[in-house]
């Protein structure tokens, strides 16, 4: 579960980037988070990291309640996220089962168990052939999927998604949200942050809209699919 009671982010030159936010989102939820540059999208994001810590306010992530949460602590609080970045950022000298596997290493998992792990979420996301391709064989969408696998691969409680679908066109766009709806039917909860209002108009679904670092609107959309 996602929670956020009356937060406020005001940075030390004097931008108020996010103002007295309070929102909730239950395990297994799919959320899209919607607003032009400057909305306080980013803001967001690296709270729930906890990057940054609010200047008044309480935020709890996956039960982890980041007011008591210790910095040096915080590792623990990220091993139950799965980030996407907008610009893949995978290494070009590994190929994909490595990209894959690098975080599971990272966290001292067993080789027997990457063994198990990394080919299933692979498979999970469609590019068993593509396995010991390097990122720089693959398409844009293909390597948007690794990095979907990559997020995925630590079983995280919540995916966080950061303008997944920011440098592809809008069919393989329309290929990533599903195959991220296809995640949180696994009971993964959800959180794509697009400023890509077409896309949500298409899918629907519950959408948090921020301006200005407030919550304008925050309810369930009826997709054009529906």
């Known amino acids: 579960m996602v929670e956020l009671r009356n937060v406020s982010v005001t940075y030390s030159n004097g931008v108020d980037a996010l103002n007295d ?3 909730k989102i239950n395990d297994g939820e799919f959320v899209f988070v919607v607003g ?3 909305a306080g999208k980013s803001t967001l994001i690296r709270l729930l990291l906890k990057e940054i810590t609010p200047s008044k306010g309480r935020i709890n992530v996956n039960g982890f309640d980041l007011k ?3 910095k040096t602590r915080a590792y623990k609080l990220r091993r139950t996220i799965g980030f996407v970045f907008q610009d893949f950022k995978l290494i070009d000298s590994m190929d994909v089962f490595d990209n894959i596997a690098f975080v599971l290493r990272c966290t001292d998992s067993s080789e027997r168990y990457i063994a198990k792990r990394v080919p299933y979420v692979i ?3 469609g590019l068993t052939e593509k396995a010991h ?4 064989e693959l398409s844009g969408g293909e390597q948007q999927r690794v990095a979907i696998a990559r997020a995925l691969v630590n079983d995280p409680q919540l995916i966080i998604a950061d303008e997944p679908t920011g440098n592809l066109d809008p069919a393989l766009s329309t290929e990533i949200v599903e195959l991220l709806q296809a995640i949180n039917k696994c009971g993964t909860t959800v959180l794509m942050v697009t400023h890509e209002h077409d896309l949500v108009k298409n899918f629907g679904g519950r959408t948090i809209s921020l301006q200005d670092g407030r919550v304008i609107f925050d309810d369930y959309l009826i997709g054009d699919r529906n």
Not at 133 to 136: A, E, G, Q, V
Request: net charge positive; no cysteine.
């Open 133 to 136: 391709s390097r990122p720089s």
């Open 21 to 23: 936010v309070s929102l």
């Open 123 to 125: 498979k999970l996301v």
């Open 68 to 70: 008591r949460l210790k």
């Open 36 to 38: 032009k540059s400057g």
